[in-house]
């Protein structure tokens, strides 16, 4: 048969072969990525992506082994092809990011920041100001849907003759936008002097991806920020006994003489350990939770179970890490209780429900 017949052939079933790669590609608009042929995994692609019928997948199966009797590599172990090349027809156009100091590559903004935070900025967290001049918004290619146990290889490609999506009209008009609000935030900050102490100039960096989910800025807009975090800070054994003196309000000079009491800070530091073993009870629950109920805790479905069952943070750094945040939300929510409520909804902007506030008290006035 002459090649252009076996093409033909293959189109049919949205497949083609890529010769030189030696791969064979799923040219779907849903697919766009060499399969994998190794024991059936091409039978069952065709089968439950696109449901092709039995006897057309022994046609295929027939055809290949005929006609590519070298058989295809593992799309996981091919070589990427060279930066700059015009985007491959038969594979999908990604979205995606490449780092402007090393040849990382991904399609995931949160994988971004992280490797920029943790690989370019010590662990520093990466706020939009830091993040812009680091990374090139791209477009990838791939041969593969998503690579088992190893790093996703990307190349960049040119689209329509450009190598950046830069000018990509949604990423841009978004840029714009937080370009817009950082300015208008500097420009508040100037204008107006009693706003100072919420939004101090450090607060502009402060604007990442996460703030502008949260709305936080806004929430706590004319909250006083080094209240709430000297509210957040866990007692430190070594000073369990000393007073806090919260920060002053310069517009009320009053208000400076708000002080978290020592004895505040005896029982705060009591209640603390409290989270250790409630969590240790829920982690011993679910080290003895079947399977099933596992997969079933996963799963957002109704009628079907998660694949792969719940599972407790595996590293020991996460797990202290997440129990910690924990602790500083109750630091936060007992401390805040202890503030007059005046002062403290006029300063924090928190405000609890009656019901809060009693279950609040039962816990602050129970004698251990
Ligand atoms: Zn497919
Ligand atoms: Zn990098």
């Not at 076996?6 to 030696?22: G, P």
């Not at 008009?173 to 101090?200: F, G």
């Not at 109920?293 to 079907?304: K, T, V």
Request: include cysteine; aromatic fraction near 8%; charged fraction near 25%.
């Amino acid at each position: 048969m002459a090649p252009r017949a076996s093409e033909a052939i293959l189109a049919q079933f949205q497949l083609y072969v890529e010769n030189k790669a030696q791969l064979l590609i799923c040219t779907s608009p849903d697919c766009g990525y060499a399969l994998s042929v190794a024991r059936s995994q091409l039978t069952s692609h065709l089968r439950e992506k696109h449901q092709i019928p039995e006897t057309n997948r022994r046609l295929i199966t027939r055809h290949l082994t005929q006609h590519y009797p070298e058989g295809f590599r593992d799309p996981a172990e091919a070589t990427p092809l060279e930066d700059g090349l015009p985007a491959c027809p038969v594979l999908r156009i990604l979205k995606g990011y490449s780092c402007c100091a090393c040849p990382y590559r991904t399609v995931n903004w949160q994988c971004l920041t992280r490797h920029v935070s943790h690989v370019h900025l010590d662990g520093q967290s990466t706020t939009q100001g830091r993040l812009e001049s680091r990374f090139h918004r791209v477009y990838l290619q791939s041969w593969t849907y998503k690579a088992r146990g190893s790093e996703q290889q990307y190349w960049i490609v040119r689209l329509n003759g450009k190598l950046s999506r830069e000018d990509d009209p949604i990423a841009s008009a978004h840029l714009r936008a937080v370009h817009e609000r950082e300015l208008q935030c500097v420009s508040q900050s100037i204008n107006a002097p009693k706003r100072q102490e919420a939004l101090d100039s450090s607060d502009i960096a402060f604007y990442g991806p996460w703030m502008e989910r949260t709305k936080w800025n806004t929430t706590y807009d004319v909250a006083s920020r080094p209240l709430l975090q000297t509210l957040a800070s866990i007692p430190k054994h070594q000073s369990r006994l000393e007073a806090l003196q919260l920060p002053s309000n310069s517009e009320n000079p009053t208000a400076s003489m708000l002080i978290s009491a020592k004895d505040h800070k005896r029982k705060i530091t009591a209640i603390l350990p409290v989270v250790d073993i409630i969590l240790d009870q829920y982690e011993e629950t679910i080290q003895q939770t079947g399977y099933r109920l596992l997969q079933w805790l996963r799963s957002n479905s109704l009628d079907s179970c998660y694949p792969r069952p719940f599972k407790l943070v595996g590293r020991a750094a996460s797990r202290r890490r997440y129990r910690r945040t924990f602790k500083q939300f109750l630091t936060f929510i007992f401390r805040s209780f202890q503030l007059p409520s005046t002062i403290g909804h006029e300063r924090t902007r928190l405000h609890f429900t009656e019901a809060q506030t009693a279950a609040l008290r039962e816990v602050w006035d129970h004698k251990a």
